[in-house]
């Protein structure tokens, strides 16, 4: 497994904090956020690999957050992740259409956290975007 550099967006400091612990244990090294403010700060130096970005965020949400690094053209190669308490297929859909590469559902365990980031097909997930190469 490659170590990876994953920016972590939530305004729920505990979750936040668990997910950075947790991928830093697998070798990953990992910037926290949050809110969408700093995240947009963080990812200008940090220039994340990958990017879990909490939806439901106070001041502008995760798929706004998504369309803002992407528009400034910092994270080009970023896999996104939606990470939200929504598991209703609406949501899914959104989170597909937003290019988001997986969609977790909050409450979720260490091994869809580990699935998501190395790759994998996570339970429930977004379809990969349209063109996505893991390469």
């Not at 400091?13 to 926290?32: F, I, K, M, Y």
């Not at 939200?84 to 409450?107: I, N």
Request: glycine residues 10%; contains cysteine; charged residues 20%.
């Amino acid at each position: 497994m490659a170590s990876r550099r994953i920016l972590i967006v939530d305004d729920n400091v505990d979750s936040a904090d668990l997910a950075a612990e947790l991928l830093q244990e697998r070798g990953h090294v990992t910037c926290v956020a949050y809110g969408s403010g700093a995240a947009i700060a963080a990812a200008r130096n940090f220039q994340p690999q990958i990017a879990l970005l909490d939806i439901c965020l106070p001041t502008m949400s995760g798929y706004e957050l998504a369309r803002h690094l992407r528009a400034g053209a910092l994270l080009g190669g970023c896999r996104f992740i939606a990470v939200t308490g929504s598991a209703d297929e609406a949501d899914r859909r959104e989170s597909e259409a937003a290019g988001f590469y997986c969609h977790l559902v909050k409450p979720f365990g260490a091994q869809a956290l580990f699935d998501a980031v190395d790759g994998q097909e996570c339970a429930g997930s977004c379809a990969p975007p349209q063109g996505w190469s893991l390469g």
